[in-house]
Each structure stands twice: as C-alpha cells, then as structure tokens.
C-alpha cells in the first residue's frame, strides 16, 4: 500500500504522499499523484486507487458546493465517498484480494473554527468510511517509530520538517515496493498559502 504522512504544528500543516498505483492483486502498474490542492485544503489517499477517482469527485464538488471546512470534507467523504465506495465494491469488489481492501484519506484543512487542522479517515474491509480523531501526526500504513520521530521535530521550521519527511518517504521506498516516488509534499500554512513540491 502506499504512504501517506501527516504533521501539524501551530503555523502550518503538512501532508505527503508517494505516487504509487497498483493493480487488484497489488502489483505496481502505473505512476499518478494523489495529492490534491482545493480552496484552503490539501487531501491525498492510500490504499485502492479508487480513492483518486473519490477525491476527484470532491474536489469538483467542494468548488461548486463551497466545501471548504473540514467538518464539511469530513460530512462529505463519510457520506458520499462511503455510498461511491459501496457502488465500487458492488461491481468490482469480488475482483479484488481481500487483504487489499483498504482506503484512507488525509487532509489538512481549517475547522469550522478557523483552527488549522489534519482530518483522517479510513476503511478496511467493505465497511463505510469513517472519521477517526487523530493528534498532530499521522502515517498511513502506521509506522510507529516514523511517528515518535516526527513528534520530536514539533515547533521546528517547515524546511526541516519537509526535508525529513522526505528523506524517510525514500527511505521506505527502498524497503516496500508499493511506496513509489515521485514524492509530493504540499504545505498549508495557517494564512491559507499552499506549497506543493514533486520529488522524483
């Protein structure tokens, strides 16, 4: 499965993602980037790459319907990414190896309270998607010791965050074969301003 990280500090948020696309018996078979920028949000994906096509949908909506907070992406991926995600496993689901059925989305958006903020939520199994409360960082598939890492760099400087989280993005690739670069890591700060950097 692919990678997915996120950190949030005080004054930005930041969400990284490998490009990896794998079949239905998760082999690799295509590169594509999966992080996606929107009105004053950033979201990605791991596990099917259904979860593109999911966020695509979204992201057209969140543009018309004014889906910006994340209490409306959450709303919005609970309900409408589940009923996709459900339609999804009708069709192709006998198709696909059990141990593969697994979706997560990140997202790094501001609250309804104009409060910075990481969002996560996931499924294993056919189950519908749902909101997990999650702290300042988070890795998809967890990597525990990447995380007890991470929260030692809180209150340090965007740059040495990035370059971190991307030294270790290389680092796993080189030991999991469904972690593919290009490496994408976009930066919300707290005015709204994002940076994306593709990584190859």
């Known amino acids: 499965m692919s990678q997915i990280i996120g950190f949030l500090d005080d004054n930005f948020a930041i969400i990284a993602s490998d490009s990896n696309i794998a079949?239905?018996?998760?082999?690799?078979?295509?590169?594509?980037?999966?992080?996606?920028v929107g009105d004053n949000f950033i979201i990605t994906s791991a596990g099917l790459s259904f979860g593109i096509e999911i966020i695509r949908g979204f992201i057209s909506h969140s543009g018309v319907l004014d889906l910006i907070t994340k209490e409306e992406i959450e709303?919005?991926?609970?309900?409408?990414?589940?009923?996709?995600?459900?339609?999804?496993?009708?069709?192709?689901?006998k198709m696909i190896n059990e141990r593969l059925k697994r979706l997560y989305f990140l997202f790094a958006a501001f609250d309804k309270e104009k409060k910075l903020s990481l969002g996560f939520l996931g499924t294993e199994g056919?189950?519908?998607?749902?909101?997990?409360?999650?702290?300042?960082?988070?890795?998809?598939?967890?990597?525990?010791?990447?995380e007890t890492k991470l929260v030692k760099l809180l209150g340090k400087t965007k740059n040495e965050i990035e370059n971190f989280i991307l030294e270790h993005m290389k680092k796993?690739?080189?030991?999991?074969?469904?972690?593919?670069?290009?490496f994408i890591i976009a930066i919300l700060d707290k005015s709204g301003n994002v940076s994306v950097t593709r990584y190859s």
């Open 23 to 36: 079949d239905e018996n998760g082999v690799s078979i295509a590169s594509s980037e999966k992080l996606f």
């Open 75 to 93: 709303n919005y991926l609970v309900t409408y990414g589940s009923k996709q995600l459900e339609n999804f496993f009708k069709n192709y689901g």
């Open 126 to 146: 056919t189950a519908p998607l749902a909101n997990f409360t999650i702290g300042n960082i988070i890795t998809a598939p967890r990597r525990i010791v990447l």
């Open 172 to 182: 796993i690739s080189q030991q999991d074969s469904a972690v593919k670069s290009p």
